[in-house]
């Protein structure tokens, strides 16, 4: 797993190698997709609703995934192998801009 934060990104961005993808909220899932049922949620994107009041968009870049929800936490049913993005969405003006830009990712920077 190789994690690549990039000051001023408002995306966290991991690449899995055949490992199980799970994503704790702590302070509790209220919806994904809008959809306040516990399951399994298919897709290359969700969106997450949690307790405090903000909502994540999640991105799976190299293929769908399957996430089951259990309690506060969203769990991969198969180990995955690529990157999934996920970053805070502000408000529900800010979901076109984080879909435009969630691929292609940095990986690296150099200033000189």
Do not use: E
């Not at 001023?8 to 809008?34: C, D, E, M, R």
């Not at 970053?87 to 200033?111: E, G, H, M, T």
């Amino acid at each position: 797993m190789v994690a690549h934060m990039v000051y001023g990104s408002p995306y966290v961005t991991v690449k899995y190698g055949s490992l199980t993808p799970a994503i704790n909220f702590i302070s509790g899932l209220l919806s994904v997709n809008g959809n306040g049922a516990r399951g399994d949620f298919s897709g290359t994107k969700c969106t997450v609703a949690v307790g405090n009041g903000r909502t994540y968009i999640i991105y799976a870049l190299s293929g769908p995934i399957t996430f089951s929800w259990a309690g506060q936490q969203l769990t991969a049913k198969a180990p995955y192998n690529g990157v999934i993005r996920m970053a805070y969405r502000p408000d529900a003006n800010a979901a076109a801009a984080l879909d435009q830009y969630a691929s292609p990712y940095p990986i690296a920077a150099r200033v000189s």
